[in-house]
């Protein structure tokens, strides 16, 4: 089972920007397929990106322009770029392992999430 420890959440203003961090452990984090979803308050747990093997990214509309996923298979971690940030992005993040089949993602394992708020 692959561990995974988000970082990086917090209050920011509406247009500024954060990095989400998301380190694994327990798998040979080359060959796994990652993803990041959100939960809002009130609201089901939503995809937001995912980043295969061979760095193909797919992107909720939402989000396409604004957040960039990434990844360091040195350093074992997946990161969210959050640019242009909105109130409605505002939710607890959670770094997945899953499997990725093209633009779909199905998540396995979770991280413990990082509350991301965006407020004046």
């Known amino acids: 089972q692959v561990q995974l420890v988000e970082s990086g959440g917090g209050l920011v203003q509406p247009g500024g920007s954060l990095r989400l961090s998301c380190a694994a452990s327990?798998?040979?984090?080359?060959?796994?397929?990652m993803g990041w979803y959100r939960q809002a308050p009130g609201s089901q747990r939503e995809w937001v990106a995912h980043?295969?093997?061979?760095?193909?990214?797919n992107y909720v509309s939402s989000v396409k322009g604004r957040f960039t996923i990434s990844r360091d298979n040195a350093q074992k971690t997946v990161y969210l770029q959050m640019n242009s940030l909105k109130p409605e992005d505002t939710a607890v993040y959670y770094c997945s392992q899953g499997f990725a089949r093209g633009n779909l993602f199905r998540p396995n394992s979770w991280g413990q999430g990082t509350q991301v708020t965006v407020s004046a």
């Open positions: 980043i295969t093997t061979y760095d193909y990214t």
């Open positions: 327990g798998g040979i984090f080359s060959t796994l397929d």
